[in-house]
């Protein structure tokens, strides 16, 4: 690979083109090997060019209106100046390869705005690969000129955790459902979160929106703060009629001020690029485990007798690892 083979990008992205930046995630999302070596190349030159952008994360169920969010937030975002960019981490694109962002005309207003910049979650693959694209892709958008990262991603299971792991602020957004109000978020998600906003307290549903609110503020109440002292508060709002957003940028600012006095932001992103590290590690031994021939062999064998209490399960294990370790 000559180096001039790349520089087109690497400049490209500096400049802020909007078309280069796309080509690139592109070739980031590429499963050809000859891709991913040029995207590796690009983001080498591209990293010292990165961090100084404010990485949120949004989740929440399906329909809890995190779309509307975004746009909503990301208008006012560039009122203040600020330069937007919108990915997604959507596990549903793994299995059916469609994604959240896919339809792009539900941030109506934000996709038509020139510094605002929108790319739908990669479709295929696994969710680990999904989400390390997304993630180098939020670099690149860094290296842009972007200065906030919305990472989106739907509610549903693991991909809160990965998200999680590259932002420096988590928000969730939830709504006010009838009887138990902590339905369909996993008890583990909702200690990830920095805040929790509760949206479409509009209308009639504003009631219901502040009890919930007193709900989940006392299901908070109950684990421990951070290392900075930080409790994620729970606030209400409306998307649709673009109330509380302000509110809520200003406690990601606030939190980002905290996190900053104490080392605490350096030390999160520090300890994320280590995560992720052992977290593609792990992910590549795992399938490099599945996709061993002979493990595929006797594994249903294995596991019955383990089942059965034919084999313990330490010595079958260690029967598995050692097929694989010989291939
Ligand atoms: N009343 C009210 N409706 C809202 C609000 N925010 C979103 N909605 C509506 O809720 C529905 C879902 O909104 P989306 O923004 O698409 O929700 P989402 O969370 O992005 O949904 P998925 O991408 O499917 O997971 C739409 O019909 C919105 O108009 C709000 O603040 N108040
Ligand atoms: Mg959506």
């Given at each position: 690979m000559m180096p001039g083979d790349i520089q087109p990008y690497i400049d490209g992205v500096l400049n802020g083109n909007r078309r280069m930046l796309s080509k690139t995630i592109t070739l980031i999302e590429s499963t050809h090997a000859d891709h991913q070596k040029k995207a590796r190349l690009i983001m080498d030159q591209l990293l010292p060019h990165t961090g100084k952008a404010i990485r949120m994360g949004i989740t929440g169920v399906p329909g809890a209106g995190k779309s509307t969010f975004i746009d909503a937030l990301g208008m006012m975002l560039l009122e203040m100046g600020h330069k937007v960019a919108v990915l997604a981490v959507d596990p549903s694109s793994v299995v059916t390869?469609?994604?959240?962002?896919?339809?792009?005309t539900r941030m109506k207003k934000l996709?038509?705005?020139?510094?605002a910049f929108i790319r739908p979650s990669p479709s295929g693959g696994k969710l680990g690969g999904v989400a390390s694209k997304t993630r180098e892709s939020m670099l690149v958008c860094e290296a842009a000129g972007f200065d906030v990262i919305i990472v989106e991603t739907v509610g549903a299971g693991q991909s809160e955790v990965a998200v999680a792991s590259m932002v420096d602020f988590f928000l969730i957004l939830m709504i006010a459902g009838a009887?138990?109000?902590?339905?369909?978020?996993k008890k583990g998600v909702l200690?990830?979160?920095d805040v929790v906003a509760i949206n479409k307290?509009?209308?009639?549903?504003i009631n219901r929106a502040k009890l919930a609110q007193q709900q989940y503020e006392m299901a908070l109440h109950i684990s421990a703060p951070s290392f900075s002292g930080w409790r994620p508060p729970v606030v209400t709002c409306s998307a649709r009629e673009s109330k509380g957003i302000k509110e809520i940028w200003n406690i990601v600012t606030d939190h980002r001020t905290i996190l900053a006095a104490t080392g605490e932001l350096d030390m999160k992103r520090r300890q994320q690029s280590l995560d992720w590290m052992w977290y593609l590690i792990k992910e590549s031994l795992t399938e490099s485990f599945n996709s061993d021939p002979q493990v595929k062999n006797s594994l249903t064998k294995i596991k019955r007798e383990v089942m059965d209490g034919l084999t313990s399960p330490i010595s079958a294990a260690e029967k598995l690892l050692t097929y694989h370790n010989i291939n």
């Open positions: 390869g469609g994604s959240v962002l896919a339809d792009k996709s038509i705005e020139e510094n009887g138990d109000e902590l339905q369909g978020i200690e990830l979160a307290a509009d209308g009639d549903n």
